[in-house]
């Protein structure tokens, strides 16, 4: 199992960038594919993006592609989402989840992922 921390989060003008990371903790960070979710006040949880495994197949939710982009460093046990061209729709508290699933290029449910961390907040003002 591992445990997952997200940071980065913050308060940004509309247009503006932020780099969000989750950290986790154990030795089989990359037996796992990561999400990405997010959540506005009042609204279900949403996927954002995934990136298998190994790192080189990323899926992103059709709002946010050509904006964000996710990658990963397993011998960091990292994940990093970079939220490029923000709008204020975008501003919620941002999850990462770990899932033992091996469908890529796809948007999966919050039930798919076993392990999540915190949250961290993303505020846009416009």
């Known amino acids: 199992q591992v445990q997952l921390v997200e940071t980065g989060g913050g308060l940004v003008q509309a247009g503006a960038s932020l780099r969000l990371s989750c950290t986790a903790s154990?030795?089989?960070?990359?037996?796992?594919?990561i999400g990405w979710f997010r959540q506005a006040p009042s609204k279900e949880r949403d996927f954002v993006a995934s990136?298998?495994?190994?790192?080189?197949?990323?899926y992103y939710e059709d709002s946010v592609k050509g904006r964000f982009t996710i990658s990963r460093d397993n011998a960091k046990n990292t994940v990093t989402l970079h939220l490029n061209d923000l709008k204020p729709e975008d501003t919620a508290i941002y999850y990462c989840a770990a899932s033992s699933s091996t469908l890529y290029e796809t948007s999966l449910p919050t039930t798919a992922f076993h392990t999540w961390g915190p949250g961290t907040q993303v505020t846009v003002s416009s």
């Open positions: 990136i298998s495994q190994s790192g080189i197949i990323p």
């Open positions: 154990g030795r089989t960070f990359s037996n796992y594919l």
